[in-house]
Nanobody
């Protein structure tokens, strides 16, 4: 089982930037697919960004060009740099990891993972 702990987040105004970090422990996650989801009360949890074991990144239409995900396997950490933030980016950001083996890394697979962090709040004001 993977234990994930998020840090960072907070409140910014529209156009501002924030950086989130996720630290993993409990298992060797170097070969894991790892990503971030956003949860807003009353809505489905949405994927934000992901990165596979080779460093290939994936984003959604709303985060492409503004968000950047990276991983440092030596530190068991995954970072999410969020720039040009908008009020719609507001929500609880949750780190998730899944061992997909050779079957690829995507938000659907991540969504079925049993290993999620506690989440942290990001608030973007207009």
């Amino acid at each position: 089982q993977v234990h994930l702990v998020e840090s960072g987040g907070g409140s910014v105004q529209t156009g501002g930037s924030l950086s989130l970090s996720c630290t993993t422990s409990g298992s060797d996650t170097r070969k894991y697919c790892i990503g971030w989801f956003r949860q807003v009360p009353g809505k489905n949890r949405d994927g934000v960004a992901l990165i596979d074991s080779r460093g290939t990144r994936g984003y959604t239409e709303s985060t492409t060009g503004r968000f950047s995900i990276s991983r440092d396997n030596a530190k068991n950490s995954i970072n999410l740099q969020m720039n040009n933030l908008k009020p719609d980016d507001t929500g609880t950001y949750i780190c998730v990891a899944v061992d997909t083996g050779v079957h690829g890394c995507d938000f659907v697979k991540l969504g079925f993972s049993k290993d999620w962090g506690q989440g942290l709040q990001v608030t973007v004001s207009s």
